[in-house]
């Protein structure tokens, strides 16, 4: 047994676990670094990447299919479902050296190829090796969550971690689950050539605003997507290219593959947290508003941290933490500030309040502006002009912001930003955004904000004529 001392053991390396290690590293702490799988995490290899390189192929699919209305022949795309899929790996080994044990060790980071679990409170074992350290970063993630539907575990079914391995193109592609992944997954493959069919439980995108998550669906279905909707999936059946899902309600669907896309679990087997101390909740390991646990030498960050699950969190999450443990500064989880987008066509992205729950927490204070993407020029050129903005604002300050439309997750940064700098709606319609991009959308909804205010007030009006009297 090797021990080994340390000011920092980060648990994970992917999203969160690279950039606690690359940032403490960096400015001079001592870092151990365990990983027990592929580095770069589910992100990089499992989730992301492959996701949205997987829809970007889809797109060129989709694209040369819909030529004919820009004065370009349309064509049947001849999909090689291997060669996307090849493509989809080729992109994962070009990001991969960013995320490399080379690349951090570089930093001077000790990465131990290991699955870590706790001995003590300070203590971590890692195969051959015992770590103690000052500050301990668990950032071990989450994996599919596969549920106990009858049937499952005797069948072949596919999972965001093996569908990158499929050669050969589904047929017919059923997804359990109508979330972000079985939605991007599923439209995906539609544009590939499949036949698909969602089956979801309750509503599809059931986190969203129902009316921008409404538009999102209606051009899937377009699409050819099926969508069943309160439709819960009560037993499986079959074998490989022939299977069954049974509805709670008796109704079976056929495919040939199956893809289980139903939620995220926490990765805290193996970990022994109980050994250090660390509290856990149903959706992970308990933290408080600064990330730390009941031990309090240690934090828990990303996925497993239990609450929003995507990379942008795990690396906000990864700078507070370097900022306590390194520099003692107190730090607090802005959940306000955090967006998410679901890269469907069209994209659909959120940060702070939806519209029920500003209408909940402000009531008749909340104004609504909305702008459609219709009224955009560079939509219309591009004729991507299905889409809205709604922007949720409470005495001049947006507290939230639901796009649905083309780039909409770009479109939601400025939103972001407005909401962590406190921005008023006056410096978003006041900023210049370059014409045409669909960009000035951001500013358009601003201005809406303003026209009734500026356009059907008499007060504005009296002063503008008098002003104009006293005018040389
Ligand atoms: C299909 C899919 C698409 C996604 N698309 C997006 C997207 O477009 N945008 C977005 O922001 N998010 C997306 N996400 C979510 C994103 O992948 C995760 O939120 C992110 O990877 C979480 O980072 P993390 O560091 O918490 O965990 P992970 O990236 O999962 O890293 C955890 C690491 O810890 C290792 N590990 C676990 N236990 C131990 C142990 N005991 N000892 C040693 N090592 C251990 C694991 O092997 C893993 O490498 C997607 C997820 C999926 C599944
Ligand atoms: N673009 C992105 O950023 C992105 C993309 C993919 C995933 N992710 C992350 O990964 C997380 C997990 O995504 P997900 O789509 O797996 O989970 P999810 O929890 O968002 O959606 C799962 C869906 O499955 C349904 N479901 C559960 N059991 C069912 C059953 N027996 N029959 C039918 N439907 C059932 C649920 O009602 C739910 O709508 C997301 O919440 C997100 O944080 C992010």
Request: proline share 5%; glycine share 12%.
């Amino acid at each position: 047994m090797q021990r080994l001392k340390t000011d920092l053991l980060v648990i994970g390396a992917g999203s969160g676990g690279l950039s606690v290690a690359a940032g403490a590293a960096q400015m001079g702490a001592d870092v151990v670094l365990l990983e027990r799988g592929e580095m770069g995490g589910d992100c990089l290899n499992y989730g992301c990447v492959p996701s949205k390189a997987l829809i970007a192929s889809a797109g060129r699919a989709h694209g040369m299919a819909g030529a004919g209305p820009f004065g370009v022949a349309s064509v049947a795309p001849q999909v090689d479902y291997a060669a996307a899929q090849a493509h989809v790996a080729e992109t994962i080994s070009r990001i991969a050296p960013m995320d490399s044990q080379e690349r951090f060790e570089g930093f001077g980071v000790r990465v131990i190829r290991e699955h870590g679990r706790f001995i003590s409170k300070t203590e971590v074992q890692a195969g051959e090796h015992v770590v103690t350290a000052r500050r301990i970063v668990v950032a071990a993630g989450s994996s599919p969550f596969v549920p106990p539907i009858p049937g499952l575990s005797e069948v072949p079914f596919l999972t965001n971690e093996t569908l990158w391995q499929l050669r050969e193109r589904p047929a017919h592609l059923l997804v359990i689950g109508g979330g972000p992944i079985g939605l991007e997954m599923a439209q995906a493959h539609r544009r590939l050539g499949c036949e698909v069919t969602v089956i979801e439980a309750e509503r599809a995108l059931g986190r969203e605003d129902p009316e921008l998550a409404a538009i999102v669906l209606e051009d899937l279905r377009a699409e050819g997507v099926t969508i069943l909707e309160e439709t819960q999936a009560a037993a499986v059946r079959g074998r490989d290219g022939a299977l069954e899902v049974e509805t709670v309600g008796g109704r079976v669907l056929r495919g040939t593959h199956l893809l289980v896309a139903v939620g995220r679990r926490a990765n805290l087997d193996g970990l022994d947290l109980e050994k250090a101390g660390i509290d856990t909740t149903r959706s992970g390991i308990a933290v408080d508003e600064g990330l730390r646990t009941s031990n309090r030498r240690v934090y828990a960050i990303g996925d497993i941290a239990g609450g929003a699950q995507f990379t942008h969190v795990a690396g906000y999450h990864a700078g507070l933490v370097v900022r306590n443990a390194l520099f003692g500064l107190p730090v607090r989880v802005k959940p306000q500030i955090l967006p998410r987008a679901t890269y469907t066509a069209p994209e659909l992205a959120q940060v702070g309040l939806t519209e029920a729950e500003a209408r909940a927490k402000y009531g008749d204070r909340l104004e609504v502006v909305r702008f459609p993407y219709q009224h955009n020029d560079r939509a219309i050129a591009l004729r991507q002009t299905t889409g809205l903005l709604k922007v949720m604002v409470v005495k001049g300050r947006p507290v939230g912001a639901s796009i649905a439309g083309a780039q909409a997750g770009e479109l939601i940064g400025t939103w972001a930003l407005a909401l962590s700098a406190g921005l008023r709606m006056s410096d978003l319609a006041g900023m210049v955004v370059p014409y045409p991009t669909i960009g000035e959308l951001n500013k358009r909804v601003a201005g809406t904000y303003f026209s009734p205010r500026l356009f059907e007030n008499e007060t504005v009006k009296r002063i503008v004529r008098l002003v104009q009297r006293w005018l040389p």
